[in-house]
């Protein structure tokens, strides 16, 4: 059975008439009663009484007809549906995102939910490592993170824009007026650090294990870039250590670039290089980079 001779067969159920039946479907009439009789094959049954004088539908006729009608709505409603997701007009888009692009997430996340609205967001914060193995389960459409040091030969990354490791601290902070800061400076003063698995903080710790000469006061180990941040902004003394795009939203912090070797963090969008990209996940990804948050550290 074909959407065709079904749908050959709710017109003439229409008309009750061949020829205007093939006339309005294009079609010959002999071409016509060829896909009705093919149908009545499959079906063992015959779905219209033919004589001189009129078309009428037989008992099989009348209980095909209401079924027939609905695959054919269900058919044109799915021509709707792909054509939507094609406009970006509905879908889901699942996105992985490290708490150091929370900030820069944020404002595309607004423009893009404003403007297609048929389109639901799954948002996942976590670290690089639980991010590559989501894309790897293809939990995720994409990962919006710092590029790893590590090589996926299951993936491509795509740069956005070029970060330091910083010192962040508030503005009034004895620190804040430095233009570069190495760890050994930040002794004296209490660290909020970011947990491990991070990427930032695995460049921490190399470094640390590089100088061991180096001892921070470490006081609090966090997962979450914004809580970790609220807590410098709300304290005199506390020091953080992350990308410096994360103080995007805050406007009483400072971030000083750390004056470590290599000290570039490359911002990328990863992707499977087998999978299917989603229209929505492109158009998220334009709008990001067209972002004047990302534009401003291209």
């Not at 004589?51 to 209980?63: A, F, I, N, Q, W």
């Not at 007809?65 to 007009?89: F, H, S, T, Y």
């Not at 690089?128 to 995720?140: A, G, H, S």
């Amino acid at each position: 059975m074909e959407l065709r001779q079904l749908n050959y067969f709710v017109k003439t159920a229409h008309t009750l008439n061949f020829s205007e039946a093939a006339r309005q479907l294009y079609i010959s009439q002999s071409t016509l009663s060829q896909q009705i009789g093919q149908l009545e094959d499959e079906l063992k049954c015959k779905l219209f009484k033919r004589d001189s004088h009129k078309v009428s539908l037989t008992e099989y006729g009348e209980r095909l007809l209401p079924m027939a009608r609905k695959c054919m709505q269900d058919a044109d409603a799915c021509v709707i549906e792909v054509g939507n997701i094609k406009n970006l007009m509905t879908g889901t888009l699942n996105i992985g995102v490290t708490h150091s692009f929370s900030s820069l997430f944020w404002h595309t996340m607004k423009e893009f939910l404003y403007t297609y609205k048929g389109v639901k967001l799954n948002v996942y914060y976590t670290n690089t490592e639980k991010l590559v193995n989501m894309l790897l389960k293809r939990d995720i459409d994409f990962a919006l993170a710092f590029k790893s040091e590590n090589n996926y030969e299951e993936f491509e990354s795509y740069p956005l824009f070029q970060d330091t490791l910083c010192a962040i601290v508030p503005k009034k902070h004895e620190l804040a007026s430095r233009k570069k800061v190495h760890l050994k400076d930040l002794e004296p003063y209490p660290i909020t650090m970011p947990t491990k698995g991070v990427q930032g903080r695995r460049w921490i710790d190399r470094e640390l294990r590089n100088n061991p000469d180096i001892h921070l006061r470490t006081r609090i180990e966090l997962n979450d870039a914004k809580f970790l941040l609220d807590l410098v902004e709300q304290g005199e003394k506390l020091v953080t250590i992350l990308a410096g795009t994360t103080i995007a939203n805050h406007k009483n912090l400072v971030a000083i670039p750390l004056d470590i070797k290599d000290n570039i963090l490359q911002g990328c969008v990863h992707v499977m290089k087998d999978r299917y990209r989603k229209h929505s996940a492109s158009e998220f990804v334009r709008m990001l980079r067209e972002s004047p948050y990302v534009r401003i550290m291209q």
